[in-house]
């Protein structure tokens, strides 16, 4: 899959809303580059006071009163899904970007403007829907069984016209070896307060459902964006599976983030599962 896109210099890339995966363009791989991008200071609110956005910005309201509100807690007693069954369509190396979010590391997949259906892609229901990008959160925004994984890593999928529709959700832990996936990744990996720079790559992102055992055991809910304006309508999938890696990568990626956990909502209208 790898585009042969030039682009511009700089262009901007925002620290908003679970990262937005604006910066598609691909440039010369492996070779780092400056882009632009706002401060995260410069936000109106923060995850260390979630419970508090639907009140500082009419537009977050949502964040207050919506009746699918993610994240949730999970537990083994929701039972794990066996509905909405995903398939993956993942296979080979895929050109991006590499850098962070201002919150953690970072990924947009590149693709030809407004054009998203050449992406890595996954199905379900007859409904198709394709990666835009992954990022990670650190603590993992959904606890499963009261515990909370080191982190969470995020990809997000987009309908052909590039609305958000779904979120498959990793939860990421220290183990005893290296993740194949992860040993994709630069070192040292792009800091939080690095988020002027990225680097152009390419990497297998099957590795990372392979790591996840491919989704093969997962709860799934109807939830919403984690950060505001939180929009519902985003088909969630938690793998059951946690994602493991060597102490020294998970170390790399705690350095390289900052905390970007949601307090985690009421069960409402979620159909867990359902």
Known sequence: MLLSLLSPALFAVSTIACASHENHHFGSRNSKRQITVPPPNDLDWAYEASFNWGSINPEYSTCQTGTQQSPIALTLSNGLSRSHIPRFNYDGQTAGNFYNWGYGPAFTI???EGNF???????????TLYLRGWHIHAPADHSVASDRAKAELHLVHVDAEG???AVLAIRLDPGNSNSTFFNQMPQPLIGFNETSTEIPMSIDMDLVLE????????????GSLTSPPCHEGIRWYIARQTLFL????????L??????????QEVWLHNINA
């Open 110 to 112: 590149a693709h030809p």
């Open 163 to 165: 609305h958000e529709a």
């Open 246 to 253: 060597s102490v020294n990568q998970m170390r790399s990626i």
């Open 117 to 127: 259906t050449g992406n890595p892609s996954f199905s379900f229901d007859n409904t």
């Open 211 to 222: 790591n996840a055992q491919y989704f093969n055991e997962y709860w799934t809910y109807e």
């Open 255 to 264: 350095l390289a983030s900052r905390f970007s956990a949601r307090s985690e």
